[in-house]
């Protein structure tokens, strides 16, 4: 669904620097270079986020994991496994 989305996202023409022999073997090998460089800048955003988000909940995922490892899960006498 990200990518219906992405496909559908009003595309800007950029200008990049590329190494020309890997440029040339992309070409070569019909490869999309646009499409193929939006899905790796799009990957490097995903994890930025990823772990900008971890670096600013660290503290309560800490806290949560140190109830449980003091107080056991809240649910797992329902736990069916």
Known sequence: MQNAEASKATRK???LSLDSALLKEAECLG?????????????????????KWLKENAR?????????DANGLPLARYRQF
């Open 13 to 15: 023409p950029t200008n």
């Open 60 to 68: 309560s995922l800490a806290s949560s994991n140190a109830y449980a």
């Open 31 to 51: 490869i999309n270079v646009s499409r193929s460089a939006e899905a790796g800048i799009a990957e490097a955003v995903k994890l930025h986020k990823q772990e």
